[in-house]
């Protein structure tokens, strides 16, 4: 087994015991059994063949289980973990597909490894913002909330649009 | 495999479904969970390759080969990226038909300093020509969410000649010969081996050549053998590329060993020393004009290597034919299924003119026969179509011109000193109309 299959395995496994033990936490039966269920079967698709559609599929469906899961309050630091593990799994997958489109990788190992320190280090800062976002408390208004948000979406937009364009 | 504008779709989806599913509960940490993906957005778009420039140089180890030799192609690839992006992906695009023996056509490297990367693989194929021309260069940013690609073109040939099977020498005799000396009896008396005549003797002749059994029976009066001079000729080889009087089946196409005939017989009188040209007719008509030696073998393989059959309104039938593109007096061999409604009196024409004329037709009917299955209505049917050849070939054996009815399953060398033994050629040119 790749040192990368290993690396997407620990990410689902840790995805499913962060938003399972929250859903246990918060009593939801339920919601815990769905979340090992989809992250079973994540790893069972994977290892009958890397499904692009199945990643995509799993990966939305555990961070949006994570997200009824902050907004049902559950500890919303498991569910940010979960968030996090499922990001970097998806990414994982990913990169293996890329990998296997080749009929040859010269320096397989070195790119393993610069793509596994970049990934972490992007998963540490998500982990470290959005833990941050979650302690710091501001109270806004719906008009404020509502702005910032708009303001956001526009200059997320904004930069994608020049990033395909240029 | 999703493609990366999908892979930004579906990021830019779950951060905007989070922020608006935060806004209208009104919980902030729905927002927060945004931020990772968000995070990995930033982190894509501030490495994502904003110009990819490349340069490809292509080598082969031959461009002129063999059947089902091997080809080793060799890209020289110089890449420069504008980012961080830490790996390319190059592509080559194998032209159809060949296949890939050894090494990788994509390859996945990390960007060396320097840009430069090397794509080595080893291909081979039947006849044909080919032409590799694009290579798909692709980078990302790590996280392969912004791409950028590239096609470059490195256009370089690959030309896979016909299979080539030899010939023992085959007795020709064209109705002129050239000025050197060669195989071909000249009808001239000369130096040569062959007994030609006598004549009386004449100051200079050899003693040696003196018939003196003949000249014993004339009082005070001598003979001298003469010989036949053996010379060279002009061979012209015509080809018959027409889609019509090809077949195609299962065991393939019956134009093929056509060419197959064609380079043999090519290579043949080349090697006597012959002046030979060739004249492809069929989609155009693609000529190789008359000339000696190893160049001009390899000016023929390489027409024969790129010919295919096709089909012009123009040159549906043989009438078209541009016979003077050989020399007068010329050794015309033609290949070709002998299909053609006017095919018979065009070669009739042909020899009319005083061209030595042999017709060399690989068998179609028993070429598509042995396809199918035996059946009552097949068998019948190829009675029917070999009385109508043999009647065609009845009628150019009339006329003075040698006929090789080939059955393709038979070694050609075997059939053509079979047939051209059972049929002496005329020295006489035929002075009848086209259509008889």
């Known amino acids: 087994m790749r040192r990368t299959t290993i690396v997407l395995f620990g990410c689902v496994i840790v995805t499913v015991l962060a938003l399972g033990a929250g859903y246990l936490i918060g009593g939801s039966w339920v919601g815990a059994l769905v979340v090992v269920g989809i992250g079973g079967m994540w790893l069972l698709a994977h290892l009958i063949g890397n499904h692009p559609a199945g990643n995509l599929l799993a990966w939305l469906s555990l961070t949006g289980g994570a997200a009824i899961g902050v907004a ?87 930069l994608v649009r020049l990033a395909t364009k240029g | 495999m999703l493609s990366n504008d999908s892979r930004l779709a579906a990021l830019l989806a779950l951060i905007f479904g989070l922020l608006i599913f935060g806004l209208a509960t009104l919980n ?85 300093p320097e840009g430069r990367l090397t794509l080595e693989y080893a291909v081979r194929g039947a006849r044909g020509e080919f032409a590799f021309r694009d290579t798909f260069l692709s980078v990302c940013d790590e996280s392969g969410v912004f791409h950028r690609a590239t096609t470059v073109s490195a256009p370089v040939g690959l030309l896979i000649r016909p299979s080539l099977r030899k010939l023992r020498p085959i007795t020709l005799r064209p109705p002129r010969t050239r000025g050197f000396a060669g195989p071909i009896p000249a009808r001239q008396s000369g130096s040569g081996v062959d007994f030609f005549g006598l004549r009386q003797y004449q100051l200079g002749d050899r003693l040696r050549w003196i018939n003196w059994r003949v000249s014993a029976r004339h009082e005070r009066r001598l003979f001298t053998n003469e010989y036949e001079q053996e010379r060279i000729a002009d061979i012209g080889i015509i080809l018959d590329a027409r889609a019509k009087t090809d077949v195609l089946t299962t065991a393939g196409s019956l134009y093929d060993h056509s060419i197959q005939a064609a380079a043999a017989l090519a290579d043949m009188c080349l090697d006597q020393g012959n002046r030979v040209g060739l004249l492809i007719y069929g989609r155009g008509r693609e000529g190789v004009f008359p000339g000696y030696g190893n160049s001009q073998r390899e000016r023929i393989f390489r027409a024969l290597g790129r010919t295919a059959s096709g089909h012009n309104y123009a040159l549906e039938s043989l009438n078209h034919l541009p016979v003077r593109f050989f020399p007068a007096g010329s050794q015309i061999i033609f290949i070709g299924a002998l299909t053609g409604v006017d095919d018979v009196s065009v070669l009739t024409r042909m020899r009319a003119n005083g061209y030595g004329v042999i017709a060399l037709s690989p068998n179609p009917i028993n070429f598509e026969a042995a396809t199918l299955q035996a059946a009552y209505g097949v068998a019948y049917a190829s009675r029917i179509a070999e009385v109508e050849r043999q009647l065609s070939m009845a009628q150019l054996r009339r006329v003075g011109i040698q006929v090789v009815n080939w059955r393709v399953d038979r070694p050609l060398d075997q059939t053509l000193h079979e047939s051209l033994a059972r049929q002496p050629a005329q020295s006489r040119p035929f002075v009848g109309g086209a259509g008889a």
């Open chain 1, 72 to 158: 049902i309050d559950l500890p919303a630091g498991l569910m940010l973990v979960a968030a996090v593990a499922a990001l970097c799994a998806w990414d994982v997958a990913h990169y293996e597909q890329r990998l296997g489109e080749a009929a040859r990788i010269d320096s397989s190992g070195a790119l393993d490894r610069q793509h596994m320190s970049r990934l972490a280090l992007t998963a540490a800062a998500g982990l470290a913002i959005g833990a941050m976002a979650l302690l710091i408390r501001v109270d806004l208004g719906f008009g404020v909330a509502f702005a910032l948000a708009i303001a956001a979406v526009v200059l997320l937009s904004q």
């Open chain 2, 28 to 112: 902030g940490g729905i927002i927060a969970l945004a931020i990772p993906a968000a995070v990995y957005l930033a982190v894509a778009l501030f490495g994502r390759p904003t110009e990819l420039r490349a340069t490809v140089t292509r080598s082969l180890s031959a461009g002129h080969v063999a059947p089902g030799q091997v080809v080793t192609v060799k890209l020289d690839v110089t890449v420069r990226v504008a980012a961080s992006s830490n790996a390319v992906i190059i592509r080559d695009v194998v032209p159809a038909g060949l296949e890939v023996v050894s090494g990788d056509t994509i390859l996945l490297a990390p960007l060396p």
